[in-house]
């Protein structure tokens, strides 16, 4: 497991600050930004899943996510990875 550093959490509420005020001028059931290793399956057969650091997901499919869902399926519109140093 990796440390994040201060400037790592800080640079991840950032960037998902700036996208969540995008997506809220958009219209209802856009989509969804998720922060903080956000599971997310990429492929399956076999399964690949990652975590993400900041990753917006389009569409209603993502926004109705079930509760008990253990994974965003499928790639995000954009992911973001914040480097650790």
Known sequence: MTTRG???SEAMARISH????WLDTQSPHAGVVVAG???CRIMADPDTIVGIDVAYFQGPQAVELPEDAKFYDGP???AVEVLSL
């Open 76 to 78: 995000p519109v954009l």
């Open 6 to 8: 201060p400037r790592h």
């Open 37 to 39: 290793e956000a599971r």
């Open 18 to 21: 700036v996208l969540t005020a």
